[in-house]
């Protein structure tokens, strides 16, 4: 089995920044993409940040020029450094995996809350 652990979430004031991690553990095969989504009560789940194991990054239009995903395949783990927090990122967030077995992977979630 395979766990995706998050950290890193919390409260900030708008404005500031936040770094999020998730690690994986257990038996990792080859990971392909490593995604971060967003959550609000009565919403859908969104995509914010992903990246595939070539290192191709795609961003939610909503959060291009803020937020930078990244990942480091050694220590099975994806980032994202979010910057000029506005009280809209209030979420939470959570990390997601898949891999050559086809296989999916989501982490518990972590929340952020962006607030004076």
């Known amino acids: 089995q395979v766990q995706l652990v998050e950290s890193g979430g919390g409260l900030v004031q708008p404005g500031g920044s936040l770094r999020l991690s998730c690690a994986a553990s257990?038996?990792?095969?080859?990971?392909?993409?490593m995604n971060w989504y967003r959550q609000v009560p009565g919403k859908q789940r969104e995509l914010v940040a992903a990246?595939?194991?070539?290192?191709?990054?795609n961003y939610a239009d909503s959060v291009k020029g803020r937020f930078a995903i990244a990942r480091d395949n050694a220590k099975n783990t994806v980032y994202l450094q979010m910057n000029s927090l506005t009280p809209d990122d209030t979420s939470v967030y959570y990390c997601?995996?898949?891999?050559?077995?086809?296989?999916?992977?989501w982490g518990q979630g972590t929340q952020v809350t962006v607030s004076s």
């Open positions: 257990g038996s990792i095969f080859t990971i392909y993409s």
């Open positions: 990246i595939t194991s070539g290192g191709y990054t």
């Open positions: 997601y995996m898949n891999d050559v077995r086809g296989l999916e992977y």
